[in-house]
């Protein structure tokens, strides 16, 4: 008897243990969410449908200073008295730009709420922008673009981008570019938060704290913001019942989430930027090839992607499966079974050829596109060295994409892939910080929460078939697709078109 009846005990304590979210709009247009889970800290954040896809040539730039400029002077407070302020909050605060989202959180103790929104609110609506302040903010870009054309691991996703999507829209760059540093000026961040931190494209989370303080809170110090008829930005956002946070999604890159990356190079034109992507037509992905020569790093690099789908897409549970499937990492790792050894980057090209220093599978998820590939670091064709060409190691990269679409999963390797994006996305939930962010951006994009027993049951209904469909669909020789291949070191493609085509998957 205690045996039967405890499947029906288990089901009712989750049912009975998740979080109750509640949802308000204010006649202003800003939504303001709150999960009340248990726990002695609370946390808070502003979510802004904006960052660096909205920005055109004359505010390219913009949303990276923004998130630089945050938490300086304001009209009513110096640095010092914003520092001290931040410090008496006994928790941290911060601000992040990314392609499709600004934000603005904090994680404290519960009774810190009030200041901690009130300093969002003044970074937001007052800052000060003073000329001494921007000065040092510029030395500090330029620091950072020097120090990152030293580390391929933040450039090249960032060329990967501004080829992929022909330098514009979500291959814009998410670091002011060089040429543009001097001309982001106080006025300018004043026209970008006007333009583009309206009200209806704001939404205001919490997670720990009550509801109504939290409303409360908002009304306090964000009714000044009046929604308009301004002009909506073009945006591909749209309200479906198929969604996963894109920021949850596991990836064996190193992470570059303050998205403080950017290209420095710009070798090659791309010349059918105005041809409509097969896959995601808004999206603008043109796909093309880039070649960055150097002779000072110690590996060379080969990145091969192709456009997935968009964040509402159904087929985006499965390609998050297949990433996971794929996996991959370092060539040295102190990890075991658990942690990813058994994917098929390692088994298969890691584990086989010592030349590898890194090869994984990534995964870039956004609100209308998404690109899907794998890269490799590998020592180079050089004398006294084992190394390769990437003309030598596309293959290996182009083989394991085409026996998605050509051999069937065993259940077993598949299992273990779900099991593993399962329990990612279960276990960075546990993170205060994570929920809070998971909670509005969720709001931002969908305008409602998928519960995570939502995205568990559509990931338990990925199958070998469903891959193998997703697979062809995003890179198969019918597909329409177009390759996106990044390379940085010494060596050469070769006739990278012939390749791909030999294995079966879309070239061009």
């Known amino acids: 008897m205690r045996k039967a009846s405890l499947p029906r005990l288990q089901r009712h304590f989750s049912k009975a243990t998740l979080p109750p979210l509640q949802l308000t709009t204010l006649p202003n247009k800003i939504r303001v969410a709150t999960e009340s889970t248990p726990g002695h800290f609370s946390a808070v954040g502003l979510y802004v449908d904006a960052g660096s896809r909205y920005e055109d040539p004359s505010t390219s730039g913009a949303s990276h200073f923004l998130d630089r400029m945050a938490f300086k002077s304001t009209r009513t407070r110096s640095t010092e008295d914003m520092a001290t302020a931040m410090d008496r909050l006994g928790g941290q605060i911060m601000a992040s730009s990314a392609r499709e989202t600004i934000m603005y959180q904090s994680s404290h103790f519960d009774r810190a709420s009030p200041l901690a929104l009130s300093l969002i609110s ?7 922008f003073l000329a001494e302040e921007l000065e040092h903010q510029r030395d500090a870009a330029r620091y950072e673009i020097r120090e990152m054309s030293n580390k391929p691991e933040m450039i090249l996703p960032e060329v990967l981008h501004e080829v992929a999507y022909g330098s514009r829209g979500l291959g814009s760059p998410l670091v002011c570019p060089d040429d543009r540093v001097d001309l982001i000026t106080g006025d300018l961040l004043r ?17 720990g704290m009550h509801h109504e303080q939290l409303v409360e809170l908002t009304e306090k110090y964000f009714s000044s913001l009046k929604a308009t008829a301004f002009p909506s930005l073009s945006s591909p956002r ?74 509402h897409d159904e087929g985006i549970y499965a390609l998050a499966t297949m990433q996971v499937l794929l996996g991959g990492g370092g060539s040295f790792s102190a990890g075991g079974p658990g942690k990813g050894m058994y994917s098929r980057l390692y088994t298969h090209i890691l584990n086989h050829f010592p030349q590898v220093d890194h090869c994984a599978s990534f995964h870039h998820i956004y609100s209308d596109s998404s690109l899907f590939g794998l890269f490799a670091s590998f020592l180079p064709e050089i004398p006294k060295q084992r190394g390769s060409a990437p003309a030598q190691m596309l293959p290996h990269l182009a083989h394991q994409l085409s026996l998605l679409i050509y051999q069937s999963v065993p259940e077993v390797e598949l299992e273990r892939a779900k099991n593993q994006l399962k329990s990612s996305l279960m276990m960075a939930l546990e993170s205060r910080v994570v929920e809070v962010e998971d909670l509005g951006r969720q709001i931002l994009v969908h305008n409602r929460k998928i519960p995570i027993t939502d995205m568990t049951a559509a990931i338990d209904k990925v199958t070998s078939e469903t891959i193998r469909q997703v697979a062809t669909r995003i890179f198969g020789p019918q597909s329409g697709n177009k390759a996106t291949i990044v390379t940085m070191g010494r060596g050469d493609l070769g006739d990278w078109q012939a390749t791909l085509r030999k294995y079966g998957i879309a070239s061009a």
Request: include cysteine.
């Open 122 to 128: 003044e970074t937001v609506l007052d800052s000060a």
């Open 191 to 207: 026209q970008c938060i006007a333009n583009w931190y309206r009200p209806e494209r704001m939404v205001i989370a919490g997670a």
């Open 238 to 311: 749209l309200s479906t019942n198929s969604t996963l946070p894109p920021h949850l999604l596991p990836s064996s890159q190193p992470s570059v989430y303050k998205s403080l990356t950017r290209a420095a190079s710009y070798l090659y034109p791309n010349s059918s930027a105005d041809i409509p992507s097969a896959l995601n037509p808004g999206s603008c992905y043109v796909g093309g090839v880039r070649h960055i020569p150097s002779l000072t790093q110690e590996f060379d690099h080969l990145y091969l992607a192709f456009e997935g789908v968009g964040i």
